[in-house]
């Protein structure tokens, strides 16, 4: 199988016979004199092994190694350094590189070193996927913007607190629930402990307390046993309670016991039950308006924003895109069986003039379904077609309003009309965008014009 190689140095007698080393070895080579070059070639296409020379034309090749591990940070890098320069080495492998080879370099030598930095590379991207898929998640591809990099700064201080609440905000398809399964890793002092996750949103009002809280027998009609809520099931771990603002009043109050006391009542109990697990609450929803308009309690909201994150959706923090695509590609062909993958230059030129209003669960389903009916060992995700921000149509103020020409319409068909818009904007996911329309399932469906079954 060919892997992708880039090769960075000035001496062009030396980088055209270490290429023509790494090619019999099975590496496809991509050569540059300059980081100017480097930082083209590395625009086009995330290689699986870098190797780079430390003093170059244009600069020194020690800062570009920081931009590749941040634009691709599962390539492995060998760095060349001067003869002796031993203080060189030293600051590559604190910078990440995976090995350094010192000038005069030996052919043998570098293909020995370069094959083996790749191979150790691999064997620790299956090991993080084993781990992943042991424990329910999927992998966390590192961030490249600022504003990703401060919120999992912020999830690694909070950590070390493992009983504080904490609450993520953000709009449907960020990763909410991929952070609070990173903060649960970091947190977790043992093997085995829980993350339960729960979606307020999806449990009936009349069951909702017995989920949570669990319940003693006879408590209710079908209450033939007793049973353990989420709370006890999470004992030591994490419960995420996705969509928090959709809790009833009643349970909020509840709930608000258990944050201040870690004590709580199953349903029919008379005895108080305990539990060491951290809440981790999520919402796309204004809790702040929920407030205004007395369907959400102030004081859980704010014993829940103690640590309150918001996440910035993905076109807000496009440099992410990229890498985030590899990750997930590579993901996804390990589960559809799919080999030797990649994103085509037209591809990685659509996604990122692509505004993602579906975010990072939008930008999985693109390649999902490009993998499914695009069988070439390049993608173009033919899927987006024109639909880039570059060539949408001017839209009323704010980058994809709802607008509509000609006659005024009745109020009926207007608010079907966006409805449908939503629903677009959304991917076709008709439960997101009931929720962010504040409708139930139902209603949603009625406003549309459509039926369940369809």
């Not at 591990?69 to 600051?91: E, F, L, N, R, Y």
């Not at 809280?213 to 999470?234: K, M, P, S, W």
């Not at 379904?369 to 060992?377: H, I, K, M, N, Y």
């Not at 449908?420 to 962010?436: F, I, P, Q, S």
């Amino acid at each position: 199988m060919s892997l992708s190689a880039l090769f960075v140095d000035d001496d062009r007698a030396f980088s055209s016979i270490a290429a023509a080393g790494l090619q019999r070895e099975g590496f496809t080579v991509t050569l540059a004199r300059s980081l100017h070059e480097a930082r083209g070639a590395l625009a086009k296409g995330t290689p699986e092994l870098v190797v780079l020379d430390r003093r170059l034309p244009d600069g020194d090749g020690l800062s570009f190694l920081q931009e590749v591990k941040a634009q691709a940070p599962g390539a492995a890098v060998v760095m060349v350094t001067a003869h002796g320069d031993i203080a060189s080495a030293v600051d590559a492998v604190r910078a990440g590189a995976a090995d350094y080879i010192a000038k005069p370099v030996e052919l043998a030598d570098l293909v020995l070193r370069a094959r083996r930095a790749v191979d150790a590379g691999r064997l620790k991207d299956r090991l993080d996927t084993a781990e992943a898929e042991l424990s329910g998640r999927r992998r966390l591809v590192p961030p490249v913007s600022e504003s990703m990099k401060r919120v999992l700064a912020m999830l690694e201080r909070i950590a070390g607190s493992p009983r504080s609440p904490v609450l993520l905000l953000g709009e449907t398809g960020v990763g909410k629930e991929q952070l609070a399964r990173h903060l649960h890793s970091l947190s977790s002092k043992g093997e085995g402990a829980p993350f339960v996750h729960i979606n307020c949103a999806a449990l009936p009002e009349q069951t909702v307390e017995s989920e949570l809280f669990g319940h003693e027998r006879g408590a209710f009609t079908d209450a033939r046993a007793t049973r353990r809520g989420l709370v006890e099931v999470a004992q030591g771990g994490t419960l995420f309670l996705d969509e928090v603002g959709e809790l009833p009043l009643g349970l909020q109050a509840k709930l608000l016991t258990f944050l201040d006391s870690g004590r709580f009542r199953r349903l029919g109990g008379t005895s108080e039950q305990t539990s060491q697990a951290r809440i981790v609450a999520a919402t796309n929803r204004d809790l702040e308006a929920q407030m205004r308009e007395g369907t959400f309690r102030e004081d859980l909201w704010f014993r829940l924003s103690v640590f309150r994150i918001d996440v910035p959706p993905l076109r807000n923090r496009r440099e992410d895109i990229l890498p985030l695509a590899d990750g997930l590609l590579a993901e996804l062909s390990r589960e559809l069986g799919r080999k030797e993958v990649q994103l085509g230059a037209k591809a990685r030129t659509r996604l990122s003039h692509y505004r993602f209003p579906g975010n990072v669960r939008e930008l999985r389903n693109i390649l999902e379904r490009a993998l499914v009916l695009e069988p070439g060992p390049e993608l173009e995700l033919e899927v987006l077609g024109g639909r880039t921000e570059s060539s949408a149509p001017p839209a009323a103020p704010g980058s994809g309003a709802f607008v509509m020409d000609g006659e005024p319409l009745p109020m009926e068909e207007l608010e079907r009309a966006y409805a449908r818009w939503v629903l677009e904007r959304m991917g076709g996911r008709r439960m997101d965008a009931a929720k962010a329309l504040g409708l139930s399932y139902p209603t949603f469906l009625k406003r549309i014009g459509t039926s369940e079954e369809e």
